[in-house]
């Protein structure tokens, strides 16, 4: 059974960075679409990242040229590198992903994801 990790949350100021990583118990990453979701207290479900599998990557207006999504197929794992945070980045963040992915390109939508991992918190203090 496919399984989801994420790591690299934590507490950080206003203007600081955080990486997140979810590693994948895929055998690769062929034919699968990655993305970042985020959920704040009190809000949806909201997509931040998403990475294709041509390496194409999708963002969130809120995030653009602030976040960036990543992958690295031999350890297959992917990232969210994310700087100039700001307190309305403060969110559970969960990694997805979508086997048989195809040329789909962007976030897609929740439903398309069959898989999520448990989340990592970030929270991003003024």
């Known amino acids: 059974q496919l399984q989801l990790q994420e790591s690299g949350g934590g507490s950080v100021q206003a203007g600081g960075s955080l990486r997140l990583s979810c590693a994948a118990s895929?055998?690769?990453?062929?034919?699968?679409?990655l993305a970042w979701f985020r959920r704040a207290p009190g809000k949806e479900r909201e997509g931040v990242a998403g990475?294709?599998?041509?390496?194409?990557?999708s963002y969130a207006d809120s995030v653009k040229g602030r976040f960036t999504i990543s992958k690295d197929d031999a350890k297959r794992t992917v990232y969210l590198e994310m700087n100039s945070l700001k307190p309305e980045d403060t969110a559970m963040y969960y990694c997805?992903?979508?086997?048989?992915?195809?040329?789909?390109?962007?976030?897609?939508?929740?439903?398309?994801?069959?898989?999520w991992g448990q989340g990592t918190q970030v929270t991003v203090s003024s």
């Open positions: 997805a992903t979508k086997v048989a992915c195809g040329w789909l390109l962007g976030i897609l939508p929740v439903y398309e994801y069959g898989t």
């Open positions: 895929l055998y690769s990453f062929h034919n699968v679409c």
């Open positions: 990475i294709g599998t041509s390496g194409r990557t």
